[in-house]
């Protein structure tokens, strides 16, 4: 594989094709095609899911073993390091055309290589620069993460615990990384990611995050086991109601040419337009 010019990868720019992104350790290969079998989207993690002593057999494992590089993603290490620049080696010997950078701060550090991005914002600075990296020119879209930004911080935890207010739902600096990176990417036209539930034992905690997810436009929610995948699908995906009022109010437009309109006493403009759109188009998204 060659490293795409930027004004091909805009052009041809990757989307999600389903709201469920499963992370997968590139150095466990016999995990790949189960992983493509549950998820919407695979992302082979070459960072913090291969110990540093295992990444020269993660990389040859994503060479030896492929998958469908349209719904697969690659996270590499962080620039800078010298991991970095081998996962940059090795994906020019697959087909592989969106990678996911772990710990972006800067622009620079994106369109050094042009590939398709997907900009992992889980640090102090890079929270800070989400506006300035989600402008980078081949960044097709933004994720976040509590983990590292805590540690980042010299915090222990991105969650209230038991005895807490609210237990297991995030502390107010990690709400306002997850809003920060949202209003980013939408202020740059690019899709936003939203981070792991880490607890895949905690349903209802997953189903809260989507339900927020889906409401704030997120494109897709990323999880670490499979059975994460059924509730996050079902949390994308619109509900019969739902999709009948989107329909009479895309209609309804149509037929009063943009102008407003009502529907059962709800007065329909342009915003309520985009919105009705919105819950079609993830009605087309959702396996």
């Known amino acids: 594989m060659t490293t795409p010019n930027t004004v091909e990868s805009l052009e041809h720019s990757w989307m999600p094709p389903g709201p469920a992104m499963l992370f997968c350790p590139a150095d466990r290969p016999e995990r790949y095609t189960k992983a493509a079998e549950?998820?919407?989207v695979v992302i082979l993690d070459l960072e913090d899911a291969v110990s540093?002593?295992?990444r020269d057999d993660a990389r040859a494992a994503l060479i030896a073993h492929p998958l469908d590089p349209d719904r697969t993603v690659?996270?590499?290490n962080p620039a800078g390091t010298r991991d970095h620049a081998?996962?940059?080696?090795?994906?020019?010997d697959t087909h592989y055309r969106v990678v996911m950078q772990a710990k972006a701060e800067t622009p620079e550090t994106i369109t050094a290589h042009g590939l398709q991005t997907i900009a992992?914002?889980?640090?102090?600075?890079?929270?800070?620069?989400?506006?300035q990296i989600a402008a980078a020119v081949n960044c097709i879209g933004l994720m976040w993460g509590a983990e590292d930004l805590v540690a980042?911080?010299?915090?222990?935890?991105?969650?209230?615990?038991?005895g807490e207010p609210?237990?297991?739902t995030y502390r107010d600096v990690a709400r306002y990384a997850r809003a920060q990176v949202r209003l980013a990417a939408a202020a740059t036209g690019k899709f936003a990611v939203d981070a792991v539930h880490l607890d895949f034992r905690d349903e209802a905690g997953l189903v809260a995050e989507v339900t927020d997810a889906v409401a704030l436009g997120y494109a897709a929610t990323a999880c670490i086991h499979p059975s994460q995948v059924p509730t996050i699908r079902a949390g994308y995906q619109p509900t019969d109601d739902e999709i009948a009022w989107a329909r009479r109010v895309v209609d309804g437009s149509e037929e009063f040419h943009g102008g407003v309109f009502s529907i059962d006493g709800q007065m329909i403009d342009g915003p309520v337009l985009?919105?009705?759109?919105?819950?079609?188009?993830?009605?087309?998204?959702t396996p």
């Open 86 to 92: 081998r996962d940059l080696a090795a994906l020019t």
């Open 74 to 76: 690659v996270r590499i």
């Open 38 to 40: 549950r998820a919407d």
């Open 274 to 285: 985009r919105q009705a759109e919105a819950v079609l188009s993830r009605a087309a998204a």
């Open 166 to 168: 609210d237990p297991g």
């Open 52 to 54: 540093p002593d295992n």
């Open 120 to 131: 992992l914002v889980e640090t102090p600075l890079g929270v800070v620069a989400a506006n």
């Open 152 to 162: 980042g911080l010299g915090g222990k935890s991105s969650r209230f615990g038991p």
